[in-house]
């Protein structure tokens, strides 16, 4: 039997009653209904993209903030804040709708819209998108990624050389406060016998490597005298006395109390001599390079001086949105979980991964607290980027 429609078929079967129609409610099925689509699309990449300042929001929020919020009592989604997108204006035509129905319910600000990117998150949370009907479908594009340390290598040349005050005392010209008088060019010789490849000379001048972790010279003749943090006037290195030393060199240290800074290794062609810089920062509170002469007043050659610092860079990871609902909390209501299935598979609290753009079908919603819609809520990482959500909800109209 075809599907027919209860009061459609009422009404037929009243027409056949009085004569007015001989049928059989088979012979009039009631028309499909129509399912109309209604999508939200949310391109947080697009809009970032668009903007070449950031706007600032309201009175309350700063440039950037990717969820501006404010409570308005009257409105019964109070509690979600009154989520209003990025850099939403009314006067212009915008790429992101008035009413923003991705939020997250740990925090009112939980990432910054970058440029070309998306929406950032600074933190671990769970991101919630609402607006939803038993039966929708929720799209999340996103990337993830994390911060980490490397290392970065740059050449000893490219780092700023400076004169120091000559007080006759040696009052604060030397050490951690020594005051400079501006910046000069240091020696620099690569590849050629030399009696000094880098620096001043008079062991007066210096660079600051307080900020790198490491300094390597690699040498194919000869050995590099390093000389480093001189602390007076002519101080001179004490292999025996730490205290009374008023410099680091290598490689007079090289048994004595300084040696823990300096380590040397067989390379093609040569050796790499390298200075913790690390450790002398921390025994001394500076780094201060004044001069790589040849030891002993004998030449060298270096091939390469190099100075090796720690940077933050964005890698890609393997992270996923994971599926996470609420359990009949005060959240929701104290209504059941809210279930869906990931591209096909039915989704487990806690366990299923959603690959971006993966199909979320839900299956069923709840209202987070006092709030008039359905929502759904997945769990995300610090680092990752949220680029596009799309929500799809299914409205089922008769067509009379």
Not at 350 to 376: C, D, F, M, R, W
Request: hydrophobic share 35%.
């Amino acid at each position: 039997m075809k599907k027919t429609n209860f009061l459609y078929a009422s009404l037929m079967m009243a027409a056949c009653t009085f004569g007015v129609q001989s049928c059989t409610v088979d012979d009039n099925p009631a028309p499909d209904p129509t399912i109309l689509t209604e999508v939200l699309t949310y391109d947080f990449e697009a809009a970032a993209s668009s903007q070449d300042v950031y706007k600032k929001l309201n009175g309350n929020q700063s440039n950037g903030q990717a969820f501006p919020w404010w409570k308005d009592e009257s409105n019964p989604d109070r509690d979600r804040n009154e989520w209003k997108g990025y850099a939403y204006d009314k006067a212009v035509d915008n790429i992101l709708p008035e009413e923003c129905h991705i939020w997250s319910n740990h925090n009112p600000i939980i990432g910054t819209i970058i440029k070309d990117g998306g929406i950032t998150l600074t933190q671990n949370c769970g991101f919630v998108v609402d607006g939803l009907k038993d039966g929708s479908i929720v799209q999340i594009f996103y990337t993830a990624s994390k911060e980490v340390e490397v290392d970065d290598t740059t050449s000893l040349k490219d780092v700023k050389f400076y004169g120091v005050n000559k007080d006759t005392d040696g009052d604060a010209a030397f050490g951690k406060d020594a005051k400079t008088t501006g910046e000069i060019s240091p020696i620099w010789v690569v590849g050629q016998s030399t009696g000094q490849p880098y620096g001043d000379g008079s062991v007066n001048a210096f660079a600051d490597l307080s900020a790198y972790e490491k300094l390597i010279v690699v040498a194919t003749e000869g050995t590099p005298r390093i000389m480093l943090n001189r602390s007076k006037v002519e101080g001179q290195y004490n292999g025996e006395d730490e205290t009374a030393s008023a410099l680091i060199e290598y490689p007079k240290c090289e048994s004595s109390w300084a040696g823990k800074y300096f380590s040397v290794k067989d390379v093609d062609g040569g050796k790499e001599y390298t200075v913790d810089l690390a450790q002398i920062y921390k025994d001394f509170g500076y780094v201060h390079l004044h001069a790589i002469k040849g030891a002993n007043w004998a030449n060298c050659t270096v091939t390469s001086m190099s100075v090796v610092g720690k940077k933050k860079v964005t890698v890609p990871t393997d992270d996923k949105l994971i599926w996470a609902v609420g359990d009949g909390s005060s959240n929701n209501n104290g209504a059941p979980l809210i279930t869906a299935s990931v591209d096909g598979v039915d989704a487990v609290s806690g366990q299923t991964e959603i690959p971006s753009g993966a199909i979320i079908k839900v299956l069923n919603t709840a209202l987070y607290k006092n709030n008039t819609t359905g929502h759904i809520v997945v769990n995300a990482m610090k680092g990752m980027t949220i680029k596009k959500v799309v929500i799809t909800n299914f409205v089922e109209q008769m067509p009379y």
